[in-house]
């Protein structure tokens, strides 16, 4: 039977690490190829010996796709693609492609210059990589090769993260990577067609979450940092993830564009503003708003918002500034905070809404639902989760759609069991011959049996004619007959049991054509009866019945019909 | 020369009476019509191939076809038809027999045979449809048929089966537009019907290709019905499940004509019982049908989320359980139960304590949920409003907005519930949004009062920094109910914020002030001493009283006393001297109050509105009066009639001051007085008995009361709103005097007999139209100059010019006063502009050749049609004057019979040595033609106007309705 097999070898059961291997009608895919952020190790990586214990992965691999540009989703590219080494083609969408390599560079600046570490990627292997990228646009069905196509469509979460549905013939199977079904200030919804894949592979990391309206959230967030300004204090919001603090930008800007207030808001420099020059590049990819006002002004060309210097800290009077990273632990963020904590009128925010806006672009399990209800898959794989939580969806989404649903630990295979279609080719004789016969309409509903040949011939498949499947093979067409001989008694003489079986028949069998012809035979349709008296006995006649194969039905049910007797 | 005139006139009173026998035209049409149709006939022959022939047709249809020549077009068309083998030209000869159909004043009913027929041998699907289309063009024009349509529906049935889906689409159509639930029609005539299967049941009919494998067709099938339903026919609730699985179709337009369907049904039977599938519970049908469409509000195509949304608002009958589950997200974290930001709020509120929002983790989770019991895919309405307001697209988060409106509106606690909703959205981040949602709440506000954590959010949008936002939100404060004293303290103290930060909205919050004090006036008293700052021991400085955030807390003080008798006894001594002033300057935004040992002085506006609806009567008897003491006044000889109007007039001019409801009438009838005021004064006795040459002077005075009587005859039937025809037909009869009386003074004055003779022509023909136009009124006009006149008719039309103006001049000044009939309501149109100010004395610079742009702002109340009447004007020093039309989008309409200009006007001069002043008004535009006294009749005659001259049609001006406002500019030469 064909099958569909996937393998998480990071992400199942888990958050992180996301490399998911699909293997599909013959293709080896790999869905993203991430770095575990809570490990130093070789755990920080995809075991990817898994693939193959030597050698390059080129062989075993069609394609690598990656979702987004965020490193648990793109992390161990360069050392999957250089240093174990793969040469086929990856894909991502124009602007993952562009975003990338600044995170990935990011990255390893951090692993090799400030920890020291050895044995890295360089900045060479991460150009080398991205020389291999093929971008992909929204909607753009993309032919990897003859049978393998992929699809991308939005997802929300960060800009440029996509959805990508891989199909090969008639099986397919969507990746989500991670996406958010809820609009934010800088992004729209995900959405996908109904486009029913054999499998749905999502992401379930709120997977027990029901999440509030974001507007309280940030008209809280809004008014506290109104208020704090108001009253001439300073406001440090450090924040975490790529994406987020645009977010967070586009939120404030338009509220100080709303409120026309003056005080500046700085943002420090470094990965973030070098990031948000695409973000003016892809205006395509964001929400309603940005889109439609980026005539009059491209709303990532911030008026209030300034690059940071580290003297502004301390200039009087109130401001707003983004600091990076956002655990307060170490870099600008705790410079700034020593400076500004001994002031009372100052405002750190660190509080709950930040730390959960910057981690809020997922689905929440409301969100996972919806997708499903649009996509509405055979199956459902969930990694890129706690596999605690994930049983908990496991269980809703197979009670509320009664469709199987899997979540497979690292490197535990789910093979799922697809009954793929097979197009066949009918001749147009055949098609026509077959519509007369039917009704005036084909009802799309009802299956409708027909006669035909099917001929398989160099990987295509036929459906003819049986006349034109012999003329074609040049073989000669056989007739198969049946006979049959049937004892009856009956004490008149030939002619008369003749003629009493067809008036017999006949009363019986209004519906066809029955003929008694000159010659001593009744003809039902195309069956032949013969009358013969037997030597012995008069009295006991045998009927010879004789039908050709395409007449089975109607000749045993004669046969059976006259064994039971004429009436008397 | 009399009988010269009397000719011409006779003429001209002929060729009125002729025009409806004219044959004229008709005859013309006639011979075009061989023309018209041989000449395509020979194009048709002439083309070689088919393409040709396409082309003769493509430029055939461009040109209009006269409705004599219709049938023989068609004719044409058919023939050629038939010959035809290619299918592209059929296809184009099909549809213009559609477009032919469509022909006014031909009735299509012989196209019917011919296209049915052409139907049966038609092999093309494309062109099958195009003729089916055509035949929907025909149906349509001869909706009663009972010839055509039982054929057409037969038609229509016979081609469902096609295979093509444009053809089934159009036979749907069809089916739709003309199909009978039940025709009596048929069941009457028995005969044709029989043959004719399914007449009986369109809807069945219709109903069977829901299934249809082609998406159009579903589609088409659903609006078929949907047509059915609009034309008056009751569907039958059997679709219900049918529709109701449409909705979850793979085509988005499939679903959105589904969710209307379910809607009609909803409509059409609420009360019905449908089960609920996979368990043995009932439910009302339009709550399941409630609870499906809210489902649809999440659904993947935008367009279908707006449909959904918009849907939902007109689902009144719903039960308030349903309703109240779309507002209803069950949130958790990790599987336990969370609170929504709005409960936490809510409690926090009850709980009395102040919300810092500093408590750590007070968003934490509570307790575990059972599994079983957590519902993620919404069943029924759960969560629906919630989703359709946090959508991607503004249009669905606005049609939800609207549809919580009008839910809202319907429901009171269901009001009571959206408030943190509506609350919300004004921190959209589309400003249609947030508008949209205010205006909402204002609408919706009877229903609720706000707790004070909603009224700090709703306040904070004060600071906004568009201008439509603000005042929206001061709108929505005036009708806003609030629960504590604090609240009104919070309002007071963010609108001075307001009043700060945006100089401009002075008299917009002076104005939310004013409501917000006589709404709460039991919440406002014990504020008293602390807005006022006055102590029990000390005295306080006196206030500035030029400072717009004291006179903010004083408006809102003092209308506050009006209704709490114990405040004044809290106010200081300035505090009365100010409210004097305040009440003067500002007498719309201060009420009258009862201030102590102060009545006798203010004993004359103390017609306080407590017995309000009184004085209006009394006012009303007042002004009924006046008008009966004039009309006492036979005529305009009568001694003391001048003094008498005179003193008429400044009563109601007074009255007008006093009583706001009459201002429109008073001042009407006021105006209307002073015309005939005038009009005596130029008939005085002994200005006529002088030689001519001696009373140059008087003749200049009679001249120019001529003159202004004309223009304020204009501005009497232009400027009020409200009048009626007969008021109307006084106006016109004024402006008939004055007419005359320029006459009579051109006759003395220029003895030129050439234009005295056409003076006299186009006041007999003004005379005439006059007749025309007021038929209806005449009997009203008894003992007037016209009626007069009109006695006299045949001898003015054969008696000479100089007799004529004797005529005049006698009949004028016999003739008596008529009186002035009060209409209901009247009111007179006015404009005033608050900004430019005109009290600033910084000259706006700019450079000569280049422009300056002004911003205008204006209210405009009782204006009809703004857009179109309203214009700018610009006077400059050197009498050089410019008027600027704004555009259509320039005007907002805030209110009923109000609307607000905002617009720039351009600037620019040559160069001045010093600043100076340019003025600016805005101007009412009118035209003679567009009024119409009463519209039945103008339409009455229009059609034969054609004929008469258009210089009677139209008389076009402008009024200027708004005081000038000074504007000190310099245009600086440029620099090179």
Redesign the interface.
């Known amino acids: 039977m064909p099958e569909i097999k996937v393998t998480p070898l990071g992400a199942g059961q888990d958050v992180g690490r996301s490399c998911i291997l699909v293997s599909i009608g013959g293709k080896n895919i790999m869905l993203d190829c991430g770095m575990h952020m809570g490990y130093n190790d070789d755990r920080r990586f995809p075991d990817f010996s898994y693939i193959t214990q030597n050698g390059r992965l080129t062989d075993f691999l069609d394609c690598v796709i990656i979702s987004h540009f965020h490193l648990d989703h793109c992390g161990a590219l360069p050392y999957m693609s250089e240093m174990v080494g793969y040469d086929g083609p990856i894909y991502m969408t124009h602007p993952t492609k562009a975003i990338c390599p600044i995170l990935l560079e990011d990255f390893r600046k951090i692993t090799v210059d400030k920890k020291g570490e050895t044995n890295f990627f360089t900045s060479q292997m991460i150009k080398d990589c991205m020389k291999k990228v093929i971008p992909l646009n929204l909607h753009q069905t993309v032919q990897v090769d003859d049978e393998l196509e992929i699809k991308a469509y939005y997802a929300g979460h960060v800009l440029g993260a996509a959805m990508v549905h891989i199909k090969v013939g008639s099986e397919s199977v969507v990746y989500t990577g991670d996406y958010n079904m809820t609009p934010d200030r800088h992004l729209g919804a995900a959405w996908i067609d109904k486009c029913r894949p054999d499998i749905l592979i999502s992401e379930s990391t709120y997977a027990t979450t029901i999440r509030d309206s974001k507007r309280c959230r940030e008209r809280d967030f809004l008014k506290k940092v109104h208020e704090s300004i108001e009253r001439g204090g300073k406001v440090l919001i450090p924040v975490f993830a790529l994406g987020r603090a645009q977010e967070l930008c586009i939120l404030l800007e338009t509220f100080w564009e709303r409120m026309n207030l003056k005080a500046p808001i700085y943002f420090s420099t470094g990965l973030t503003e070098k990031a948000n020059h695409y973000y003016k590049l892809f205006i395509t990819w964001t929400n309603q708003k940005i889109r439609k006002t980026f005539v009059q002004r491209n709303m990532f060309e911030f008026k209030h918002i300034k690059a940071f210097d580290r003297s502004y800290a301390d200039n009087p009077g109130p401001m707003v500034v983004f600091a990076t990273p956002g655990m307060l632990h170490a870099g600008q963020s705790l410079q700034i905070f020593k400076k500004w904590a001994g002031n009372e009128k100052n405002m750190l925010d660190v509080k709950m809404q930040v730390e959960y806006m910057s981690f809020s672009a997922h689905a929440d399990a409301k969100g996972i639902m919806q997708l499903i209800r649009m996509a509405e898959p055979r199956n459902m794989l969930l990694v890129h989760g706690e596999a605690a939580k994930m049983e908990f969806l496991k269980g809703k989404i197979e009670q509320e759609f009664s469709i199987d649903c899997y979540m497979p630990a690292n490197g535990e295979t789910t093979s799922v069991i697809t009954n793929p279609s097979v197009p066949v080719d009918m001749s147009l004789n055949l098609l026509k011959r077959e519509m007369a016969l039917g009704g005036p309409l084909p009802d799309p509903k009802k299956p409708r049996a027909m006669h035909g040949t099917l001929i398989m011939k160099e990987n295509s498949l036929k459906l003819v004619s049986s006349e034109q499947a012999l003329k074609e093979l040049g073989l000669n067409e056989h007739q198969l007959r049946f006979t049959c001989r049937v004892q009856l008694q009956d004490p008149h003489s030939d002619s008369d049991t003749l003629h009493r079986i067809y008036t017999h028949l006949k009363s019986l069998l209004k519906d066809y054509t029955i003929q008694h012809l000159p010659d001593g035979t009744v003809m039902v349709e195309s069956i032949v009866i013969k009358v013969s008296s037997s030597a012995e006995d008069a009295n006991s006649k045998v009927l010879l019945l004789s039908w050709s194969y395409q007449d089975e039905d109607l000749g045993s049910y004669l046969s059976s019909l006259l064994k039971k007797g004429l009436p008397t | 020369m009399a009988a010269h005139l009397k000719k011409r006139v006779y003429e001209e009173f002929s060729r009125v009476v002729q025009i409806p026998h004219e044959e004229a035209p008709a005859k013309k049409l006639r011979l075009s019509k061989p023309s018209k149709s041989a000449a395509l006939h020979i194009d048709l022959c002439k083309a070689t191939n088919s393409t040709d022939a396409l082309q003769y047709l493509l430029q055939f249809a461009r040109k209009p076809v006269e409705v004599e020549s219709v049938e023989g077009v068609i004719r044409i068309l058919l023939e050629h038809y038939y010959k035809e083998t290619d299918n592209s030209v059929r296809l184009k000869i099909a549809s213009l027999l559609g477009l032919l159909s469509k022909t006014n004043g031909f009735s299509p009913d012989c196209v019917v045979d011919d296209v049915i027929n052409t139907l049966g041998n038609e092999k093309s699907h494309q062109v099958l449809a195009q003729l089916l289309d055509t035949l929907l063009v025909v149906g349509t024009q001869l909706p009663e048929s009972p010839a055509v349509r039982p054929r057409l529906v037969e038609v229509a049935c016979k081609l469902l089966?096609d295979?093509y889906f444009g053809v089934r689409n159009k036979c749907l159509q069809l089916l739709g537009c003309l199909g009978m639930v039940d025709t009596p029609l048929a069941k009457d005539s028995d005969g044709p019907s029989s043959s004719i299967g399914g007449v009986r049941d369109v809807q069945s009919i219709i109903s069977n290709y829901f299934?249809d494998?082609d998406p159009r067709v579903r589609t088409a099938a659903l609006k078929a019905m949907l047509q059915l339903h609009e034309r008056g026919l009751k569907i039958h609730q059997i679709i219900y499940e049918q529709a109701c699985r449409l909705l979850s179709d793979?085509y988005e337009q499939v679903r959105s004509a589904a969710v209307q369907i379910v809607w009609v049904l909803s409509q059409l039977y609420p009360e019905s019982i449908v089960p609920i599938p996979s368990s043995n519970e009932e439910i009302r049908l339009v709550d399941d049908a409630f609870g499906k469409i809210s489902h649809m509000v999440?659904d993947?195509s935008w367009m279908v989320r707006v449909q959904a949304a918009k849907t939902l608002g007109s689902m009144l009958q719903v039960s308030p359980h349903f309703l109240e589950q779309t507002l209803d997200?069950?949130?958790?974290?990790?599987?336990r139960r969370?609170r929504?930001?709005?409960e936490r709020a809510k409690e926090l509120f009850a709980s009395g304590e102040f919300s810092s929002?500093r408590k750590?983790?007070d968003?934490a989770p509570k307790e575990k949920l059972d599994?079983n019991t957590?519902n993620?895919?919404?069943s029924g309405a759960c969560?629906a409003f919630?989703h359709g307001?946090?959508?991607?697209?503004?249009e669905v988060r606005i049609a939800a907005v609207e549809a919580l409106c009008q839910l809202a509106r319907s429901s009171p606690s269901f009001a009571e519930k959206c408030l943190d909703?509506l609350v919300?959205?004004f921190?959209?981040?589309?400003e249609e949004v947030r508008l949209q949602s205010i205006h909402v709440l204002r609408e919706i506000s009877t229903h609720i009062t706000l707790r004070e954590d909603q009224l700090d959010?709703v306040l904070?949008v004060l600071?906004?920094?568009?201008r439509d936002i603000r005042e929206a939100l001061h709108e929505l404060l005036c009708y806003t109910n609030v629960s504590t004293k604090e609240c009104i303290q919070l309002a007071l103290l963010d609108l001075l914020k307001n009043l700060n930060?945006y100089p401009t909205d002075r008299n917009s919050v002076w104005k939310c002030l004013k409501f917000l004090g006589s709404r709460h006036p039991t919440l406002v008293l014990p504020l008293v001493p602390e807005l006022l700052s006055t102590h029990p021991y000390f005295d306080t400085p006196e206030p500035d009283m030029d400072d717009p955030a004291y006179i903010a807390v004083l408006v809102l003080v003092f209308n506050a006393a009006k209704s709490c008798p114990t405040m004044p006894a809290l106010f200081s001594d300035h505090t009365f001297r100010h409210y004097a002033y305040l009440r003067d300057s500002l007498s719309h935004l201060v009420p009258p109050l009862r201030l102590p040992g102060r009545k006798q002085v203010y004993s004359l506006d103390s017609v306080d509105p407590g017995c309000g609806s009184g004085s209006v009567e009394s006012a009303k008897l007042f002004l009924q009066q006046s008008l009966n003491r004039v009309s006492t006044i036979q005529n305009l000889e009568t001694p003391g009639a001048q003094d008498l109007l005179n003193f008429t007039i400044r009563d109601l001019q007074r009255l007008g001051e006093l009583q706001t409801e009459l201002a429109g009438a008073a001042d009407f009838c006021a105006t209307y007085l002073r015309c005939q005021l005038l009009l005596m004064k130029a008939l005085q006795e002994k200005l006529w008995n002088m030689a001519v040459p001696l009373c140059l002077k008087q003749n200049v005075t009679a001249t120019a009361a001529a003159q202004q009587i004309l223009e304020e005859t204009y501005k009497l039937e232009f400027l009020y709103s409200g009048l009626e025809s007969r008021q109307v037909a006084t106006i016109h009869h004024v402006r008939l005097q004055a007419k005359a009386l320029q006459l009579i003074l051109t006759a003395r004055t220029r003895p030129g007999l050439d234009l005295l003779i056409s003076s006299c022509e186009k006041f007999l023909q003004e005379i005439e139209s006059f007749q025309r136009m007021f038929l209806t009124e005449l009997p009203h006009l008894q003992d007037g100059f016209v009626d007069k006149l009109l006695e006299l008719m045949p001898r003015l039309l054969s008696c000479k010019p100089v007799e004529l103006v004797k005529i005049l001049q006698s009949s004028l000044r016999q003739s008596g006063l008529l009186q002035l009939r009060l209409p209901e309501q009247i009111h007179r149109a006015s404009a005033t502009i608050i900004e430019p100010t005109g009290e600033s004395d910084n000259p706006l610079r700019f450079t000569t050749g280049l422009v300056v742009a002004l911003d205008i702002d204006a209210t405009l109340e009782h204006v009809q049609e703004p857009q179109d009447k309203v214009k700018v004007q610009v006077l400059y020093p050197d009498g050089q004057s410019h008027v600027i039309h704004p555009k259509p989008a320039d005007f907002r309409n805030p209110g009923p019979n109000r609307h607000r200009l905002i617009t720039q006007v351009y600037l620019s001069h040559t160069a001045w040595t010093e600043p100076s002043q340019v003025e600016v008004r805005l101007l009412l535009a009118y035209s003679s033609s567009s009024s119409s006294p009463s519209s039945s009749i103008k339409s009455g005659w229009s059609d034969s106007i054609d004929g008469l001259p258009p210089a009677e049609a139209a008389v076009e001006g402008t009024i200027p309705f708004s005081k000038p406002v000074k504007v000190y500019i310099m245009p600086k030469p440029a620099r090179r």
């Open positions: 089966s295979t299934s494998q793979d999440s993947g997200k069950k949130l958790m974290s990790d599987l969370k929504t930001a709005h929002g750590w983790a968003d599994t957590v993620l895919i919404a969560g919630v307001l946090e959508d991607e697209m503004f909703f919300d959205m921190n959209d981040e589309i959010t904070a600071e906004d920094s568009s930060k």
